[in-house]
């Protein structure tokens, strides 16, 4: 019990003892009052005391499934990590150059045996991969060249809004949030959806868009960057943002 409120129940107990002892002073029964009054005193601070060590089962089992879903979900960024990890070690290791991005929802599911498709850049002709686990911690990958069908749609969105809501907005506010505490001010968009950094004079492809519009839309599409609070300026091969 807080130690305001022991205080204040002495405080009630003497102004209690006080009253029996002028409105029944000299009665036979005077010591039975004083007996009920330190008894009242103890029972309430037994009952307050028993109130605060009562186990709160609800409030117990909340906080468990909360922290067992934050410990599920670090433990699922980690190894999506490892994962991720793998598969490009894999790539590089016979195309240096190549990079790739999930193509499925959820791909940590697959680490414990599954296939799910990736989208190859640089990838010396291959355009996607399954990636494949078996569950023993081993992964392969079949690789592909998907071609669409003479005359089908392609799967470029209509517009650079709808592309930016689809593909970029996530992507690139992400990037943002990692780069800005990082010291960065600017990040560049590629025609092949490649958003890169420079460090030192170097290129480093830090994430790769799907279906990137093209040069024509770019003015469009800089004005739809912009309308997230970040500076969007079309250069010639190349969109250069900055949030500083």
């Known amino acids: 019990m807080k130690k305001g409120k022991v205080l204040g129940s002495f405080g009630a107990l003497a ?22 009054v330190f008894g009242a005193w103890a029972g ?29 979900k670090r433990v699922d960024q980690l190894l999506l990590g490892h994962l991720n990890w793998r598969i ?39 355009t996607h ?19 669409p069908l003479p005359g089908s749609r392609p799967p470029n969105p209509v517009s650079p809004a709808e592309w930016f809501d689809r593909h970029g907005r996530h992507v690139l506010t992400a990037l943002v949030n990692e780069l800005n505490p990082r010291g960065y001010t600017r990040m560049y968009l590629r025609e092949n959806g490649e958003v890169f950094t420079l460090r030192g004079g170097n290129e480093f492809v830090e994430e ?20 997230m609070g970040l500076s969007a300026a079309e250069e010639s091969d190349r969109i250069a943002i900055s949030w500083a």
């Open 15 to 36: 102004a209690m003892v006080l009253l029996v002892a002028v409105l029944f002073s000299g009665a036979w029964y005077q010591q039975y009052l004083y007996l009920a």
């Open 44 to 72: 309430f601070l037994l009952l307050r005391w028993l109130r605060r060590k009562r186990p709160r089962p609800r409030r117990r089992q909340e906080k468990r499934k909360q922290r067992k879903a934050s410990l599920n």
């Open 88 to 126: 490009t070690e894999k790539l590089q290791s016979v195309y240096p150059e190549a990079t790739w991005q999930w193509q499925t929802e959820n791909p940590v599911r697959i680490a414990q045996g599954g296939m799910a498709r990736v989208l190859l850049y640089g990838a010396g002709g291959h």
């Open 129 to 147: 991969a399954d990636v494949v686990a078996d569950g023993y911690g081993r992964i392969s990958l079949d690789m592909l060249e998907v071609t």
């Open 208 to 227: 790769t868009l799907q279906h990137m519009p093209g040069k024509a839309l770019w003015r469009e599409l800089c004005a739809v960057i912009a309308l």
